[in-house]
C-alpha cells in the first residue's frame, strides 16, 4: 500500500504549507536543492527558482494562475547529466508529463530527480495574470486557489483559464513520485500527499508526516472536472477542424503568423538542438523568392508559415502534452494549442500513445513493428 | 480539367525501387513523364517535412517507395517510412489533403514491369482525382 499522508494546513494558507513542506524537503540529506516557483522580487510573474537555502523560499507560490513558462525544459538543463545532487521538482502535471517526454527523448534523466506534482487549478494568459494580479501578486494567488477550491468559476476579474487549461484532462499528476492533492480534499486542514513510485514512497516515509485516507469527495470532483473538461475539449476539436479543414483554410488560420517561431521555443516537446527553420536551407535565394512571385503573381512574406506549421505537427504531435505555451507565447494571438491539440490527439491515437503518461512506453516514431499499418501501404 | 497532368514526386530508394526504375527503363518499358524521381538512400530517410513540401510546392501526389519488408538494405528503414506515413496519413486530411494523394509501396529490384504498371495506376487514379487545392488555393 502507497504512503498516503497529509500536509497541515493552518488558517486557510496553503501557500505557507507548502513553503514549509518545502523546507522540510531541503532538510533531508538526500535532497541538495528544490525546484519550485517564487514570486520574485523584481517582477510579480511566479518563475521557477532553484533553492539550495530554506531561507530564499519567501516567494513560493505554485499555486498562482502565472503559467510563464513550461518548466520541463528547465528541470531538463538541471538532470541532462548526473549533477552530484537530487533535485526536489514541484511542478504542475503538464510539466511533468513534458519532462517524461524529454526523458525518453534522452535530453533529461529521472534518476537525480524526484517529481513532486501539485493538483492543478489552471493557469491564465501571461496578459491576463499581470491584470488580474495588480500591484499584489501573493493576495491574487489565494484570491485565486480560494475561488476555485471553493467551486467558483475560475474566470474572475476579467480574467479566464486558458482554453488549453479548459480543455486539459490532466489535473492530476499521475505520473509524479509525489502527488500533493487539493481537488476534493478538505483543503481547510490538509493538502494530501501520495506516493506514486518506489523513489516517492522511500521520500515520503522520510518525511514522517501523518498519515491520511483519500477522502470520497476527491473521486467525484475529479469525475465532475473530467466531464466538465471533456465536453470542453469536444467542442474546442470540432470548432477547430471545421476552421482549417483545407489549405485555404489552414492559411487564413495560420494568417497573421510572422515567423518568430516563439511557438517552438515555448513549446517543452519541440526537441531539436537546432530548428531546421532557423538554417541556411530556409536562407533561400533572393532569386528564389522571385519566381514564387512570378509562379502566382503574388506570394506572401514571410514565406513558409504553413510548411512550418505541418512540420512541426509532424515532428512534435505524438509528444504533445497540451500545455498551451505555445498559444501563450504567440504575439497575434493565433490559437496554436486548438490545432496542436486536435492533431495530436489524432496521431497519439493512431499509436494508441499517451504523451507523458509513462518512461517505458517508447515514442511512437522511434520503434516499429514488423506486421502493422498494412492499410497505409500499396495503391 | 480533360488535359490535366498530375505531378508526382516519388522518393525511391536506391536499393530497390530506384533499381527497379532503371530495370524498367533498360527492359524498354515505357511509363507516364508525370513521376518525378528523387532517389533516396532508402526510404527511412525520407523526413515527413519532404512530403508535406512537395505538396505545398504543388504536387498532385507523393509516393515513397522502397524495398519489400525484411529486404531493406538497412535492415529496418522501410519498417521507419511506413511509421511515418502512417502519421502523415492522420495529420494531412485534416486539412484537406485526400489520402490518395500520398502513396507508400514496395517494389523490388527486379520488379521493373511492376514499376511501371505502379506509375501507371497511380497517374490514372491521380487523373481522376483532380489537381491539389494546394496549388490552385495556396499563396506559397
Same mark, same amino acid.
Given at each position: 500500500?502507497?504512503?498516503?499522508?497529509?500536509?497541515? *494546513?493552518?488558517?486557510? &494558507?496553503?501557500?505557507?504549507?507548502?513553503?514549509?513542506?518545502?523546507?522540510?524537503? =531541503?532538510?533531508?540529506?538526500?535532497?541538495?536543492?528544490?525546484?519550485?516557483?517564487?514570486?520574485?522580487?523584481?517582477?510579480?510573474?511566479?518563475?521557477?527558482?532553484?533553492?539550495? !537555502?530554506?531561507?530564499?523560499?519567501?516567494?513560493?507560490?505554485?499555486?498562482?494562475?502565472?503559467?510563464?513558462?513550461?518548466?520541463?525544459?528547465?528541470?531538463?538543463?538541471?538532470?541532462?547529466?548526473?549533477?552530484?545532487?537530487?533535485?526536489?521538482?514541484?511542478?504542475?502535471?503538464?510539466?511533468?508529463?513534458?519532462?517524461?517526454?524529454?526523458?525518453?527523448?534522452? %535530453?533529461?534523466?529521472?534518476?537525480?530527480?524526484?517529481?513532486?506534482?501539485?493538483?492543478? =487549478?489552471? +493557469?491564465?494568459?501571461?496578459?491576463?495574470?499581470?491584470?488580474?494580479?495588480?500591484?499584489?501578486?501573493?493576495?491574487?494567488?489565494?484570491?485565486?486557489?480560494? #475561488?476555485?477550491?471553493? @467551486?467558483?468559476?475560475?474566470?474572475? !476579474?476579467?480574467?479566464?483559464?486558458?482554453?488549453?487549461?479548459?480543455?486539459?484532462?490532466?489535473?492530476?499528476?499521475?505520473?509524479?513520485?509525489?502527488?500533493?492533492?487539493?481537488?476534493?480534499?478538505?483543503?481547510?486542514? @490538509?493538502?494530501?500527499?501520495?506516493? %506514486?513510485?518506489?523513489?516517492?514512497?522511500?521520500?515520503?516515509?522520510?518525511?514522517?508526516?501523518?498519515?491520511?485516507?483519500?477522502?470520497?469527495?476527491?473521486?467525484?470532483?475529479?469525475?465532475?472536472?473530467?466531464?466538465?473538461?471533456?465536453? /470542453?475539449?469536444?467542442?474546442?476539436?470540432? &470548432?477547430?477542424?471545421?476552421?482549417?479543414?483545407?489549405?485555404?483554410?489552414?492559411?487564413?488560420?495560420?494568417?497573421?503568423?510572422?515567423?518568430? /517561431?516563439?511557438?517552438? *521555443?515555448?513549446?517543452?516537446?519541440?526537441?531539436?538542438?537546432?530548428?531546421?527553420?532557423?538554417?541556411?536551407?530556409?536562407?533561400?535565394?533572393?532569386?528564389? /523568392?522571385?519566381?514564387?512571385?512570378?509562379?502566382?503573381? +503574388?506570394?506572401?512574406?514571410?514565406?513558409?508559415?504553413?510548411?512550418?506549421?505541418?512540420?512541426?505537427?509532424?515532428?512534435?504531435?505524438?509528444?504533445?502534452?497540451?500545455?498551451?505555451?505555445?498559444?501563450?507565447?504567440?504575439?497575434?494571438?493565433?490559437?496554436?494549442?486548438?490545432?496542436?491539440?486536435? *492533431?495530436?490527439? $489524432?496521431? %497519439? +491515437?493512431?499509436?494508441?500513445?499517451?504523451?507523458?503518461?509513462?518512461?517505458?512506453?517508447?515514442?511512437?516514431?522511434?520503434?516499429?513493428?514488423?506486421?502493422?499499418?498494412?492499410?497505409?501501404?500499396?495503391? | 480539367?480533360?488535359?490535366?497532368?498530375?505531378?508526382?514526386?516519388?522518393?525511391?530508394?536506391?536499393?530497390?525501387? /530506384?533499381?527497379?526504375?532503371?530495370?524498367?527503363?533498360?527492359?524498354?518499358?515505357?511509363?507516364?513523364?508525370?513521376?518525378?524521381?528523387?532517389?533516396?538512400?532508402?526510404?527511412?530517410?525520407?523526413?515527413? %517535412?519532404?512530403?508535406?513540401? +512537395?505538396?505545398?510546392? #504543388?504536387?498532385?501526389?507523393?509516393?515513397?517507395?522502397?524495398?519489400?519488408?525484411?529486404?531493406?538494405?538497412?535492415?529496418?528503414?522501410?519498417?521507419?517510412? $511506413?511509421?511515418?506515413?502512417?502519421?502523415?496519413?492522420?495529420?494531412?486530411?485534416?486539412?484537406?489533403?485526400?489520402?490518395?494523394?500520398?502513396?507508400?509501396?514496395?517494389?523490388?529490384?527486379? &520488379?521493373?514491369?511492376?514499376?511501371?504498371?505502379?506509375?501507371?495506376?497511380?497517374?490514372?487514379?491521380?487523373?481522376?482525382?483532380?489537381?491539389?487545392?494546394?496549388?490552385?488555393?495556396?499563396?506559397?
Amino acid at each position: 500500500m502507497a504512503t498516503t499522508a497529509t500536509i497541515n *494546513v493552518k488558517d486557510q &494558507d496553503l501557500l505557507a504549507s507548502l513553503k514549509s513542506f518545502c523546507v522540510t524537503l =531541503l532538510e533531508q540529506e538526500n535532497i541538495s536543492a528544490i525546484l519550485v516557483p517564487q514570486r520574485l522580487p523584481m517582477k510579480s510573474m511566479a518563475m521557477p527558482t532553484l533553492v539550495t !537555502d530554506a531561507d530564499q523560499l519567501a516567494g513560493i507560490d505554485p499555486l498562482s494562475p502565472a503559467f510563464p513558462m513550461n518548466g520541463a525544459k528547465v528541470l531538463a538543463k538541471l538532470t541532462r547529466r548526473p549533477s552530484g545532487g537530487k533535485i526536489a521538482a514541484m511542478m504542475r502535471p503538464c510539466e511533468i508529463r513534458a519532462f517524461i517526454e524529454l526523458v525518453k527523448l534522452k %535530453q533529461a534523466r529521472t534518476e537525480d530527480v524526484v517529481l513532486i506534482g501539485l493538483d492543478c =487549478l489552471g +493557469a491564465f494568459r501571461n496578459t491576463d495574470y499581470f491584470r488580474f494580479a495588480g500591484d499584489d501578486a501573493a493576495a491574487a494567488t489565494q484570491r485565486f486557489y480560494e #475561488g476555485v477550491l471553493a @467551486g467558483k468559476d475560475a474566470a474572475m !476579474d476579467g480574467a479566464d483559464l486558458t482554453p488549453a487549461c479548459k480543455a486539459c484532462e490532466h489535473s492530476v499528476p499521475d505520473s509524479a513520485d509525489i502527488a500533493l492533492g487539493l481537488w476534493g480534499v478538505d483543503t481547510g486542514t @490538509g493538502i494530501l500527499a501520495q506516493a %506514486q513510485s518506489p523513489a516517492g514512497e522511500a521520500l515520503l516515509k522520510q518525511l514522517s508526516l501523518p498519515t491520511a485516507e483519500v477522502p470520497q469527495a476527491r473521486k467525484e470532483a475529479l469525475a465532475r472536472l473530467l466531464e466538465s473538461r471533456t465536453a /470542453y475539449r469536444h467542442k474546442m476539436f470540432a &470548432d477547430t477542424a471545421a476552421a482549417t479543414n483545407s489549405v485555404e483554410k489552414l492559411g487564413n488560420y495560420m494568417a497573421n503568423c510572422v515567423n518568430c /517561431y516563439n511557438c517552438r *521555443v515555448a513549446c517543452p516537446v519541440c526537441y531539436c538542438k537546432e530548428c531546421v527553420f532557423v538554417t541556411d536551407v530556409f536562407n533561400h535565394d533572393p532569386a528564389q /523568392y522571385l519566381r514564387w512571385a512570378q509562379r502566382k503573381g +503574388a506570394v506572401k512574406m514571410p514565406t513558409d508559415t504553413v510548411f512550418y506549421h505541418l512540420t512541426r505537427l509532424t515532428h512534435m504531435s505524438t509528444a504533445c502534452v497540451g500545455c498551451g505555451q505555445c498559444s501563450n507565447a504567440c504575439p497575434n494571438d493565433i490559437p496554436v494549442m486548438e490545432l496542436f491539440r486536435l *492533431v495530436g490527439h $489524432r496521431t %497519439q +491515437a493512431a499509436f494508441a500513445y499517451e504523451a507523458g503518461k509513462s518512461v517505458e512506453e517508447n515514442p511512437p516514431l522511434s520503434v516499429f513493428k514488423e506486421d502493422e499499418f498494412q492499410e497505409v501501404v500499396g495503391l | 480539367m480533360e488535359n490535366f497532368e498530375p505531378v508526382i514526386v516519388a522518393f525511391v530508394c536506391n536499393w530497390c525501387t /530506384y533499381t527497379a526504375a532503371d530495370l524498367a527503363g533498360t527492359s524498354r518499358l515505357s511509363y507516364p513523364k508525370n513521376v518525378r524521381l528523387i532517389r533516396v538512400m532508402c526510404t527511412g530517410m525520407v523526413d515527413p %517535412q519532404y512530403v508535406i513540401k +512537395a505538396l505545398l510546392g #504543388g504536387a498532385d501526389g507523393v509516393l515513397v517507395s522502397g524495398c519489400h519488408p525484411g529486404d531493406c538494405h538497412y535492415i529496418n528503414g522501410n519498417y521507419k517510412a $511506413r511509421r511515418r506515413i502512417k502519421l502523415l496519413k492522420e495529420i494531412l486530411p485534416q486539412f484537406g489533403f485526400e489520402p490518395e494523394r500520398l502513396r507508400l509501396t514496395w517494389i523490388g529490384a527486379s &520488379d521493373g514491369i511492376q514499376f511501371a504498371e505502379i506509375m501507371r495506376d497511380l497517374v490514372k487514379e491521380l487523373k481522376e482525382l483532380g489537381p491539389s487545392q494546394a496549388k490552385l488555393k495556396m499563396v506559397v
